[in-house]
Every structure is written in structure tokens, then in C-alpha cells.
């Protein structure tokens, strides 16, 4: 699907030098909007059409630290898609080592802007045409 990288930065690390443990799931979203702006549909677009995505769950499982300077690689998968829900895994490596730092995964819901669920298939076919060939693995 696409591997984002991401290094690790001083701010980003607690008092004893370990990344603290919400920026896992800032990586994530860096990650995901990374990815759908390769895909052509970036945040800014669905938020042009009046699209909202909201996180409605996350999971972190946290394997090992990173520290500053570490180099996290974040593969990035859609685990599930429907139209209304979008659920995305990622798999979290330090990029030199290949140490696996967290398992995580996400997911989402589409709005409009009246706070309503929509039905992406309606709202915006080309996304859920886009988004389902992704989810069924094939190459955009």
C-alpha cells in the first residue's frame, strides 16, 4: 500500500528520552493522510465536498521504544471498507533495525456536515470506487 516514514523528533520524547506513547497515534494519521493524498483524495479534498472522517476507535500495542532520531517506518493497510466505515492496520518498524515498535489499527466513519452518517458510494462514488479497489489489494 505505501510505507510512510516518519523520524522521530526531540519534542516527541518524555523525560527519560522514549517517545511518548500518544505520538504512536499522531503517526498514524500523518500515515493515513500521507496516503490518501497518494491516492488522490486527500483530506482537504473530502472536506471540499463536504466529507468528514472522524476516528471513532484506535488501538496501540506497543512492541518496543524509539528514542530521537529513530527512523519509524508505518505500513499502512485498509483492513475493511463497506462505504461507512473504514478500518486501517498499521505495523510500526524502526526503518534500520526492523524491530517492530507498535501493531495499531483505526477506525472511521464518514459525516457530512450536518453530523450525519453518509453512505460514500452515494456521496462520492469515485472515492469508494478508489478506496475499494485499495481495500481489495489492487494498485492505484
Known amino acids: ?6 523520524n522521530v523528533q526531540y519534542y516527541e520524547t518524555d523525560k527519560m ?3 511518548h506513547h500518544s505520538n504512536y497515534i499522531r503517526w498514524m ?17 473530502l472536506e471540499e465536498a463536504k466529507v468528514f472522517s ?15 532520531g529513530d527512523l519509524v517506518a508505518i505500513d499502512m493497510k485498509i483492513k475493511k471498507y463497506n ?9 510500526m518498524t524502526n526503518a534500520d533495525t526492523g524491530e517492530i515498535v507498535a501493531i495499531a489499527s483505526s477506525k472511521h ?5 450536518d453530523g450525519k452518517p453518509l453512505r460514500m458510494q452515494k456521496v462520492l462514488p469515485e472515492f469508494h470506487e478508489t478506496i475499494t479497489r485499495i481495500a481489495n489489494g489492487e494498485e492505484i
Open 17 to 19: 528520552g522514549i517517545v
Open 109 to 113: 466513519c464518514f459525516l457530512g456536515e
Open 83 to 91: 462505504g461507512a466505515i473504514l478500518e486501517v492496520d498499521y505495523l
Open 1 to 6: 500500500m505505501g510505507l510512510y516514514l516518519h
Open 54 to 68: 472522524p476516528t471513532v476507535a484506535v488501538s496501540c500495542e506497543y512492541k518496543s521504544s524509539t528514542t530521537f
Open 29 to 45: 494519521e500523518e500515515a493515513r493522510v500521507d496516503s490518501m493524498s497518494h491516492w488522490n483524495w486527500s483530506y482537504e479534498r
